[in-house]
């Protein structure tokens, strides 16, 4: 449900907070007070494109806040967010704020972290259904009117079944068209893959070679160098005339004496004798390791010519050799495909022939349910549209079934083998039309009514959202209305704005809208009504603050309180 939404510098609002109510909340107040700014509010947060001149005067920015509890929505929303590298929600509760300049700057957050007006406008698609006078297109759509009639008939496994077959039908004839081409182009990739994969297999690599090619490269091409470095240790250690080792002779015979003339320097002798043999242990090591290094042009040359060849590789195939390998695994498998082209395109056109056979016994089982649903459907929504003041009004469902496959396999639709139309006949006498052909928006605004009461138990949709949908009706059809959203409500939260004190009283909460002058600007306000408020606001509704009228709305109040039976 919808649990706050705050409103900063839209229009005739300067700072405004809403907190709704589960069930229905209604919205009413006088004419141009600014009842359908919430509505704009509430498009906007959910990634409507934005209309600079809805800018409060004065103002750089606007923002709309809005706070949904998300508890039993029955959409996979953390695996979304996570996917979109949003924030999770804490404590249930989804935080969507949009903000956009005066210079047409726009900025969106989901819970904290930016986002784009894409991913608003699809947690909008989850979140809120919107209903304005003249905003009945949804159920204008085949594929809307398609999808009512399997949610009221829960056939959503069997379309299921249907769109997943559907999809697998996509994905071979995906794979066709990568064999498939013309005869050129796949003698070409054939060369190509040939060749890669000839290339590296030629290279013989094995795994993890590169370390170690790459030391034994680092010395060999410094061997000259090396042999140089430690000859001149050698050198400087014990084969000159002034060889540290040789000088260190003079200083144990001078330590000799010094021991005679004070036995107790007799330590220093010791540290002479293990400096001697530590010289002389480095002078054995150098020379090992001198002796070990040799100066071999040809292996030079062979790793040299070796890594060439990795790093050549790596520049085509990957960055690493693992890589490198890992790609020719794969150029090895599509060449096996291609080079077995013809037996791969039998066994996919096998699968898909089979498919296809699924596809339409799918689609006929799902076609045989549309079509007992269909009466169901029409006779619930006629009840419902009598209850609306079309007591002899005439609602149908047109169906036409495909009985094979379209020739052209890209119009394979994953809803099924059927289109539908919603018919209606508000008048008796009158033959059904589509619902698109029907001119009045008072009567489109009833059957969308009529609709959603029918499907409240099966919509996912947790917000529903009606904008002024009771326009041009009145009497005994004001009070239908009024019980209809209270219906709907007990599945889902209601949001209603109204002119009509007999849909504002049966509501389980209610807002008035009022303008004021503050500071010479004029400010839009909202607060939520008590009960000896409600009746001077229904009383207003009413005409005025008479004293029947008073009696009228506190009787209307009285009335849409009691559940009706």
């Not at 889902?492 to 389980?508: G, M, N, W």
């Amino acid at each position: 449900m919808l649990v706050s939404l705050r409103i900063k510098n839209l229009a005739l609002v300067a700072d405004l907070t809403l907190e709704l109510q589960p069930g229905c909340n209604v919205i009413t107040g006088e004419t141009g007070a600014g009842k359908s700014i919430l509505i704009g509010a509430l498009n906007l947060v959910l990634g409507e494109r934005a209309d600079r001149t809805l800018l409060r005067s004065g103002a750089e920015s606007c923002a709309v806040e809005a706070v949904f509890d998300i508890t039993g929505l029955p959409v996979p929303l953390k695996d979304y967010l996570a996917d979109h590298g949003l924030e999770p929600c804490e404590n249930q509760q989804l935080m969507l704020k949009r903000v956009f300049t005066a210079t047409g700057t726009n900025r969106q957050f989901v819970n904290g972290s930016p986002t784009t007006l894409s991913i608003l406008a699809a947690l909008g698609e989850w979140l809120v259904d919107i209903h304005g006078p003249h905003d009945h297109q949804s159920l204008l759509h085949p594929a809307r009117q398609l999808a009512i009639l399997d949610a009221f008939g829960g056939l959503e496994k069997d379309r299921e079944a249907v769109a997943e077959r559907v999809r697998r039908r996509a994905a071979l004839m995906a794979e066709m068209a990568a064999i498939g081409g013309e005869e050129q182009t796949y003698m070409q990739q054939l060369d190509l893959l040939r060749f890669q994969v000839q290339e590296i297999e030629a290279a013989a690599l094995q795994p993890g070679e590169e370390a170690l090619i790459e030391p034994e490269f680092h010395r060999a091409n410094n061997a000259a160098k090396l042999l140089q470095f430690s000859q001149a240790a050698l050198e400087v250690l014990a084969e000159s005339e002034d060889a540290i080792v040789t000088r260190m002779g003079i200083v144990g015979r001078t330590l000799q004496e010094l021991q005679r003339v004070d036995p107790s320097a007799a330590s220093l002798g010791e540290l002479h004798a293990q400096a001697v043999e530590i010289l002389r242990e480095l002078q054995e090591a150098i020379s090992r390791y001198g002796s070990q290094v040799e100066v071999e042009p040809a292996r030079l040359a062979e790793l040299e010519e070796r890594l060439d060849l990795l790093h050549s590789l790596k520049r085509k195939y990957g960055a690493t050799v693992d890589a490198v390998l890992a790609f020719g695994a794969q150029a090895r498998q599509r060449l096996q495909r291609l080079e077995s082209r013809d037996a791969e395109r039998e066994r996919l056109q096998a699968a898909l022939a089979q498919l296809d056979v699924e596809i339409l016994h799918a689609g006929k089982k799902l076609s045989a349910a549309r079509k007992q649903v269909i009466p169901r459907l029409a006779q619930a929504a006629g009840r419902q549209l009598a209850d609306l003041g079309f007591r002899q009004g005439q609602f149908e469902v047109a169906i036409h079934s495909a009985t094979q496959l379209p020739p052209d396999a890209t119009a394979l639709s994953p809803s099924g083998l059927d289109t539908i139309e919603f018919l209606f006949a508000p008048n008796p006498g009158e033959p059904a039309r589509p619902l698109r052909a029907i001119a009045s928006s008072g009567e489109m605004a009833r059957v969308m009514l009529a609709l959603k009461t029918v499907l409240a138990a099966e919509d996912e949709i947790p917000v529903l959202v009606f904008d002024e949908v009771d326009a041009n009706v009145g009497g005994e059809t004001a009070h239908a209305v009024g019980e209809k959203m209270k219906q709907i409500a007990a599945q889902r939260q209601v949001i209603c704005i109204t002119h009509l004190p007999q849909v504002a009283a049966p509501a389980d909460a209610h807002y008035v809208v009022t303008k004021r002058v503050q500071a010479g600007r004029t400010v839009t306000e909202i607060a939520r009504l008590e009960r000896k408020e409600r009746v001077t606001e229904l009383a207003r509704m009413l005409g005025g603050q008479s004293e029947a009228a008073r009696k009228h709305a506190a009787a209307l109040l009285k009335t849409g309180a009691t559940p009706s039976v």
